[in-house]
């Protein structure tokens, strides 16, 4: 049967304990599993690292909601990132990220795995020319493109389909980080993508209170390969936050359907103030992606982005003048925050062809009512 989105996102991995009949599957907060003899399991169990139920049991939810086979549940989003990394790539690998990726993943490859002799090209992904040309040059150890779209601070919108064909014609692997998305918008496996990356700890997670990552795939090989270095290093989450993932993951749908709406709200309401010189967010006609966006994604995303006329210094009184926008680096919860991505998430990468403008801030919409948070951003700019 091919229930909604919502149905598998409550029920899939979810049954109910067979011992007690509990609806919700219990935490298993043990690191280890008794055995009826030497190497007589009860069941598929022995210990925490290469495998807990809690884990499975998200694994299996998030899996069936981005059209997965295997998912694979990490301690944070840069430890799923750093898995596929070192799954897919070898010494003489190169990776083509997109112009505007999340600070941490630029840092990732330029800072850590450029000594593992790995080559990271930043391009702009949204040009099928510069992407062909990227890939045109001979990799030993094969290519992989990191795709982020929404890209993170920017919401630049990538065709996901039209860059896997690309990619896929030069033998090369894509990944999407669909955070800024989630399942619920976009899934990019149906689009053509061979692997997807989450920071959890954002809106599958839904209620920053924890940090987590996850890596979803349906090639059988790669799983295996993502099974073996997940359990060989341990990049896996603990049992308790794969259980509060998996609570968060069953409301997905309605929290995404109030932060797309109220960050429409936001948008709509920051483009017509004067003290605001560009608004970005993909649900606006006046965004560049946002074709793109309408037809590769459900709805448009929680996240909006917006420059603030009179520079670098207005934009980090307006950050700090807010009350009901927290401001705090992360997004995707039910809280609304803002930060200032120069000064704080992408302060990694200043200097770089990766930088941000100063004068930019990023709100992660939350789902308060709407009219609270457009008096408090109304406020601020005041
Ligand atoms: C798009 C994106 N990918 C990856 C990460 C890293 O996730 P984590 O902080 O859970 O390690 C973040 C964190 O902000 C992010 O925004």
Not at 89 to 101: C, F, K, T
Request: with cysteine; net charge negative.
């Amino acid at each position: 049967m091919d229930h909604g989105f919502s149905t598998r996102a409550i029920r899939a991995g979810q049954t109910p304990d067979p011992v007690t009949g509990a609806v919700v599957p219990p935490l298993y907060l043990t690191s280890t599993f008794v055995q009826d003899g030497v190497g007589r399991m009860r069941s598929d169990y022995e210990y925490s690292r290469a495998g807990n139920p809690t884990r499975t049991a998200a694994a299996t939810q998030l899996a069936v909601l981005e059209q997965g086979t295997q998912a694979f549940i990490t301690g944070s989003g840069m430890s799923a990132t750093d898995l596929v990394l070192r799954t897919t790539l070898r010494p003489g690998s190169r990776v083509v990220l997109g112009r505007d990726a999340y600070g941490g993943t630029t840092r990732l490859l330029t800072q850590v795995l450029d000594s593992w002799g790995i080559e990271t090209i930043v391009a702009d992904l949204c040009e099928a020319a510069v992407l062909e040309e990227a890939l045109s040059r001979s990799a030993s150890g094969g290519q992989l493109v990191w795709v982020e779209t929404p890209s993170n601070p920017l919401l630049q919108v990538c065709d996901i389909a039209a860059v896997a064909e690309v990619a896929h014609t030069h033998g090369a692997r894509v990944c999407v980080d669909n955070t800024f998305a989630s399942p619920y918008l976009q899934n990019p496996l149906v689009l053509g993508a061979d692997v997807v990356v989450h920071s959890t700890t954002k809106y599958l997670g839904g209620h920053s209170d924890l940090v987590g990552g996850a890596v979803v795939v349906r090639d059988e090989e790669l799983a295996e390969a993502l099974k073996l270095l997940q359990n060989a290093v341990g990049y896996v989450s603990s049992p308790f936050d794969a259980w509060l993932l998996m609570r968060g993951m069953k409301t997905l749908a309605v929290r995404m359907d109030r932060h797309c709406a109220n960050a429409m709200a936001v948008a709509t309401f920051l483009e017509q103030h004067p003290l605001v010189s560009r608004v970005h967010y993909p649900g606006l006609p006046s965004h560049p992606g946002h074709e793109t966006a309408a037809r590769q994604m459900r709805d448009f995303g929680g996240m909006v982005s917006f420059n603030v006329a009179g520079g670098r210094a207005e934009s980090i009184r307006v950050a700090e003048s807010t009350s009901v926008f927290l401001l705090a680096e992360s997004l995707g919860g039910v809280e609304s925050l803002v930060e200032h991505p120069a000064a704080m998430t992408h302060a990694s990468v200043e200097g770089t062809a990766s930088a941000v403008d100063d004068d930019l801030l990023r709100l992660s919409v939350g789902i308060e009512d709407i009219d609270d948070l457009i008096d408090d951003l109304g406020r601020a700019l005041a």
